[in-house]
């Protein structure tokens, strides 16, 4: 701007000195002058612009970047809540995981508590039984569930559901077994083979292998004292058999009566209403 001054002034002189009557010679030099300073005058204006247009540049990219920085801190400050987020969904998902792990180790426990009982149960059971019972009584554990079969000739006659005399002895252990160990149910399920029946008050084998399963759990309850709470008597008459009964020894293996007891499920069923709520991935 200095600069852009002094030429304006040199200007002024050289107008000044052309109205002061100036020689020619003179008067052409200034000219000269003149028209230098016009053109420097004109430069400068031009840089002045050219300076004007980079500074307005200058301006708009540092609003650019400004607007690019603003989004920027958007884009992390988002990324820090959704992180916050995460974090919080992983902890929530990695105690509903221990939760579950809890939970799956009760019942675990329960189980093996359980099977242990019936293992013990079983063998106290198989003790208590001399050598010549033990061949009308088959024990088995399966699926977490005792399984007591007694033959058919033992404790009844053919086609009757009198409990024999023989039987009560061996029931009598039963009973004793089934006593020790309150917390379990006990399903007395009576069985036939095909052969058909039709005596008074019993129609067919539907109602024999009821009525035998009916005899011995009312033996089970008025004369050896167990709970009738814990029994239940059911028949299946021809429907379930183990062996064939095209042969003898076939249907003599289907005419059986069995004694199932089972854990209470009162315990697994507490376990069931206590479990976890296991959907954590519907809240990530």
Known sequence: MKTISILTATIAAAICLAGCGVSGKKYNLLQDDYNAARVTIAEYQQKNRNLEDMLEEAKNNNAELRRQYAQLQNTLDQSILTQRSGNINIAKLVDEINSSNRYIKQLIEAKSKSDSLLMSMTANLTRSLDRSELDDVNIKVLKGVVYIS???????????????????????????????????????????????????????????????????????????????????????????????????????????????????????????????????????
Request: no cysteine; proline share 5%; charged share 25%.
């Open 150 to 284: 007694l033959a058919d000739n033992m404790l009844f006659k053919s086609g009757s559901y009198e409990i024999s005399p023989k039987a009560m002895d061996i029931l009598s252990k039963i009973a004793k077994i089934i006593k020790d160990y309150r917390n379990y149910s006990v399903l007395v399920e009576g069985n036939t083979d095909n052969v058909p029946i039709s005596r008074t008050n019993i129609r067919n084998n539907w109602d024999l292998s009821a009525l035998r399963a009916s005899s011995v759990v009312q033996v089970l309850q008025n004369d050896f004292g167990v709970d009738p709470a814990r029994l239940t008597a059911g028949g299946r008459g021809e429907y379930n058999p183990v062996a064939t009964n095209n042969t003898a020894d076939g249907r003599q293996l289907n005419r059986r009566t069995q004694i199932i007891i089972t854990p209470s499920l009162d315990q697994f069923m507490d376990l069931i209403d206590k479990a976890p709520d296991t959907h954590p991935a519907d809240r990530l």
